[in-house]
């Protein structure tokens, strides 16, 4: 199997000691992974109170990009792919720590099943239990939800499988994918611009699959005032998608 070259855009406000934690776990990922010696990390710093510094991110592979001005997640991923296109993108949150292991099955699964365009991991909270495992859709107003959410996660198969949609926590693509649908849609301001990405690429014909085989850890929603932004963003995407997804969950 060749080695994958990969642009990472982790999109940041603060959580400066986070950053740098999910930054060292990164690395030992793409390591691992044995990802090309032209992958590329690239944090972008979305209008942080204390702005970043380069000074702060001393290894070569890593590069900084600063909004002054806050952005949404879609604009900010948006700007930063274009800096270093690569043969794949991986979309990464500050608060997600991988393990070490994680990106090599990602990889691998794009890597053998070319139908696959969209990858997606299993994350768990610190306690154990599930945070994301795939993305599944429920009738009338329920819309996408996270499947096996807050269970136990040695109560949930370990299989990989094909979902509708998975987060952008941490979502390897494919840049002919990321290119054909121009990326993340800005209409989305934080929230739900992903889950729109993968049900885009789908009507492409591409894929969308989550890998069980490891499991890294996802603390969720940390940057401050992320979780009210949810609202309208939902709002916006019942009303382009309610009726256009298969209900599986």
């Keep these: 199997m060749s080695a994958a070259s990969v642009t990472v855009v982790i999109v940041s406000r603060g959580l400066d000691a986070l950053l740098r934690e999910a930054l060292q776990r990164l690395r030992s990922a793409l390591s ?68 070490e292991d994680a990106l090599a099955h990602l990889f691998s699964i794009l890597q053998t099943d070319p ?29 996408p939800y996270h499947q096996h959410r807050r269970r136990h996660s040695g109560l949930v198969p370990r299989l990989d499988q094909d979902f509708q949609a998975v987060t952008g926590a941490c979502m390897l693509v494919r840049r002919i994918v990321w290119d054909d649908l121009n990326g993340l849609c800005e209409d989305f301001g934080f929230g739900l611009e992903d889950i729109d990405f993968c049900l885009r690429a789908r009507q ?46």
Excluded at 44 to 55: G, H, K, Q, T
Excluded at 58 to 84: K, M, Q, V, Y
Excluded at 117 to 143: E, K, M, N, Y
């Design 32 to 99: 691992y992974a044995g990802a090309a010696p032209d992958s590329q990390i690239l944090v972008v710093d979305n209008a942080s109170p204390v702005p970043y510094r380069i000074e702060d991110f001393p290894h070569p592979d890593t590069e900084l990009i600063r909004l002054d001005r806050h952005h949404g997640f879609a604009a900010a991923n948006n700007i930063a792919s274009r800096e270093i296109p690569n043969e794949y993108y991986l979309l990464l949150n500050n608060d997600v720590l991988l393990v």
């Design 115 to 143: 139908r696959v365009g969209i990858c997606g991991t299993r994350l768990l909270f610190p306690d154990g239990s599930v945070q994301h495992a795939g993305v599944v859709f429920g009738g009338g107003d329920t819309g």
């Design 204 to 249: 492409l014909g591409w894929r969308v699959r989550c890998s069980n085989a490891s499991e890294s850890i996802h603390f969720e929603s940390m940057t401050e005032g992320r979780t009210s932004l949810d609202i309208p963003a939902r709002r916006l995407f019942m009303a382009r998608w309610k009726g256009r997804y298969s209900i599986d969950g």
